[in-house]
């Protein structure tokens, strides 16, 4: 469940351990946004991963783990109840799906 008005979005978001439950976020039209994961989960680190070919015709969508320029994988260690930057390395992304080292969910606001 979210809310979006011009330029914003917010949603609730599955962060799973496998990455085939997690939700799938549209990142195309953002640019940027904040994390949060709600009080009651515990510290959790994510990795991001990412789509090319989410929306298009005849192919399966694949996600890979989305690397940084020096070709580390993006991850982000959060704890309940604060607010997070995402990671720059999401920009450009189309769709991104969060993988957690436990099973979580997150708030998530994205600006364009």
């Given at each position: 469940m979210g809310f979006s008005r011009r330029g914003e979005t917010m949603l609730a978001v599955v962060v799973d351990q496998t990455l085939a439950?997690?939700?799938v976020i549209s990142f195309?039209?953002?640019s940027g946004g904040t994390i949060r994961?709600?009080?009651g989960?515990?510290?959790?680190?994510?990795t991001y991963h990412a789509s090319v070919n989410q929306d298009l015709p005849n192919q399966t969508a694949v996600y890979d783990p989305l690397q940084d320029q020096n070709?580390?994988?993006v991850t982000q260690t959060v704890a309940a109840d604060k607010i997070y930057a995402l990671p720059d390395a999401?920009?450009?992304c189309r769709h991104i799906k969060i993988t957690g080292n436990v099973d979580a969910t997150a708030d998530i606001f994205l600006k364009s």
């Open positions: 439950v997690s939700d195309e039209d953002f994961v709600p009080t989960e515990t510290a959790v680190t994510f070709g580390t994988a999401l920009f450009g």
